[in-house]
């Protein structure tokens, strides 16, 4: 009895010292997902180079984290540097009174009265819409500038968090694998499922890193390209703007180019405006139906609504983060459910008419 008693009390301090660990890591959550993601996407590299070099942990890490700097980390923050200027540059033409958001819609209502009809069928007032849009592109806008600001005023913030990220993947990249043995031994689901756990945690983790990241890159620079082709202003800036919105599948890159094209067609730019609607349709848009099954959906093993319901409710729940955790939750809900219909799943009630004589095993 007293045995008992010192197990259940062990349990509870183990729970409850491990939920303050939890919340006291909760300010560097993003650095530490990250850090984790890195690890996963560049193990690959991490094997090569132990194939190539032996085994030296801190030399092979070294390399690896130094080729992630290299292809992900500078690159990221040099486009960062170039949108956030930019946008602080169209912030300011509005604020002056060169970019009008209001003019652009009205010249478009002007051109396609038919809009405003159709909207009028499901009682939708055009004006109302319009101040929405308006305002919310003024709040876009707003809002980058802000974050800009932001950013000035809390460099040494961000680049701690910067900073953290790159020794905690150094670390993880050069030891994953002892903690990830340590982790099989230490939970209690039994070693075969926290391996097949763990595996289905990487897997998802890869793909939807690689594959929306490769998406939207791939998307975006299409989109950039043709913007800066014909002449639209802030080119860079819409090009990212399409890659971030590349991340929401079914959705995507169009919600940017197919309003650009019609304003092209509204002021009478129908050339340009047939050239982006073409382009948009087959190039962005097969860009997107092409390689998002193959690069997302095959690696995850779910279906491509799944992958959409699970990335919007992921974004909403964590932010910008939520483009992998919205997935991975997803997976990781799929692969318990597969665990317990492969391992309990064989048992069903002898008589289903009365289930409280028990369960009886198939033969």
């Known amino acids: 009895m007293y045995a008992k008693l010192e197990t259940r009390t062990f349990l509870a301090m183990l729970l409850g010292v491990s939920l303050a660990f939890i919340l006291l890591m909760k300010p560097f959550f993003g650095p530490i997902f990250w850090a984790v993601a890195i690890a996963l996407i560049f193990h690959p590299v991490q094997q090569l180079l132990v194939r190539r070099l032996g085994d030296r942990p801190t030399l092979n890490a070294l390399i690896t984290l130094f080729v992630c700097m290299v292809i992900v980390v500078i690159p990221v923050l040099v486009l960062g540097a170039a949108l956030i200027a930019e ?66 005023q809390n460099t040494f913030q961000f680049f701690l968090g910067l900073a953290l990220m790159v020794y905690l993947a150094f670390f993880l990249i050069r030891d994953g694998q002892k903690l990830i043995e340590l982790m099989i031994r230490a939970l209690p689901l039994g070693d075969e499922r926290e391996r097949l756990l763990f595996a289905k945690f990487a897997e998802v983790t890869r793909a939807t890193v690689k594959g929306n990241l490769l998406i939207a890159i791939i998307q975006g620079a299409l989109g950039g390209i043709i913007f800066w082709i014909l002449g639209i202003t802030g080119a860079l800036l819409w090009g990212v703007v399409m890659a971030i919105v590349s991340l929401l599948p079914a959705v995507g890159a169009a919600i940017v180019w197919v309003p650009a094209a019609i304003y092209l067609a509204a002021v009478g730019d129908i050339v340009p405006a047939i050239i982006l609607t073409a382009y948009g349709v087959v190039v962005i848009g097969l860009a997107d139906n092409l390689l998002r099954p193959v690069l997302v959906g095959r690696d995850t093993k779910m279906p491509d609504y799944l992958v959409l319901l699970s990335t919007l409710g992921g974004i909403v729940m964590f932010g910008i983060n939520g483009f992998v955790m919205g997935p991975l939750v997803a997976a990781l809900f799929m692969a318990f459910w597969g665990i317990f219909i492969r391992e309990f799943g064989q048992y069903h009630y002898a008589d289903p008419a009365n289930p409280e004589n028990g369960p009886a095993r198939e033969d």
């Open 87 to 152: 946008g602080m540059g169209i912030y300011q033409k509005i604020q002056a009174g060169e970019i009008r958001p209001g003019e652009y819609i009205d010249q478009v209502n002007q051109s396609f009265p038919a809009i405003q009809a159709f909207l009028a069928q499901f009682d939708i007032n055009f004006a109302d819409l319009r101040d929405r849009a308006v305002n919310a592109f003024l709040g876009g806008s707003q809002f980058l500038a802000k974050q800009a600001l932001g950013i000035g």
